[in-house]
């Protein structure tokens, strides 16, 4: 019998805000000490009231835009009771039976493939605490509880654990592109949830699945996937397919799942709507707002940079990593700039330094500095040089060039960098003296 795989995802992401879901305390708990971003409503104390974030709404609907999701305009939030010592309040707050968004869809490209995958919802919620287990008991750390989540459910329209993680890591790459989340996994801000079950191709039926929780990178989730995907394969063999749902966790050391419940103990949340939050609504014209501010997502910019300018694969696939730098492209363009150049400058220049995003250096820069070249004015070398000075001063390749085409036989290189620091000094400066300070600096 020939089996094919289903693999559904939920994934967690956690929202770019200043503040957490509903309460005023810091949302960036990166490197603080234990217990030191939590407040009263974050630590569920009695009495306390939510808020809802409003930065967290609008960067939760923008992601739900970004991957084609049907803003709703009512929505609600519910209580999700469990009882569990990283969940302060004894309960999330999270959205049942009404989320923000529905009915997405996400297209990606897997081994060069262009594939649309369904997006059932994108929810809002709250995050937990976390527990670190030791030898001595177990510490819990609250700095957490509380931080805003975007839950992504995906349709079961995965047909391999390779294909599952290709849509993370484009998923990965939307949340990030839109503003959503940063979504690194090293701090936790992006996790998944796998569902997969097999059943013989040609059948419509979905059979009892194998949850998977809590996966942290791209690589357990492929590995968790391929070993329950080994394991259903082998009990379908032999005639003993899966006959509940089960829910299992990843031991990352020692590869393997571990089985945490059985359909039969399956958890009871009781959900029912919470009472101290008000609905979230959305007008028809905030709707379309929401949509129309959708940008042109990396798919799209990956494929239009090859077809359109002709740039690498590999180039246009770095390009699009991140919204700055394909901004950056782009302006550079608009501005003049050939954009094939643009990009060998930006990947051999800009990128080369780690720290290219505090850099000074502007589209205006790159596309300036391109046509002096173009003319033949400075040499390909001088164009780099130049790039690279103005990544830190933010100076102008005119600026650049009349430096380097100062001697004391050009008086016209002379004149423009007196007239640049007149300029800065609103006129006050001293001409003559100015003369002599920049001979001296430039001799
Ligand atoms: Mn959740």
Redesign the pocket.
Known sequence: MELETIIGL?I?VQLDTKTKMFSRDDNDAWGAGPNTRVNPISMGFPGMLPVINQEAVNKGVAGAAALGCKIEPFSKFDR?NYFYPDLPMGY?I?QFDQPISSNGKVEMLHQGKKMTIGITRL?L?NDAGKLTHTNNGTLCDYNRAGTP?A?IVTDPDLRSPEEAQSLAKEIQRIMRFVGTSKADMEKGMMRF?ASISLRPIGEEKLYPRTEIKNLNSFVSLLKALKYEQKKQKKLWAEGNAPSNDSTVGWIDDKEVTKTLREKESAMDYRYFPEPDLPPITFTEAEIEEIEAAVPELPLTKFERYQDQWGISEDNALKLTEEKKLADFLETAVEKGADPKKASNLILSVILADTDWRHSKVTSEHLAETLKLADKGEISSTAAKEIIKKAMESGESAKNSKAVEDYSPENPKSLQFLMGMVMKKSQGKANPPMVVSMLKSKLG
């Open positions: 939920e967690h999700k999330q999270s929810h919620e989540l839950e949830d």
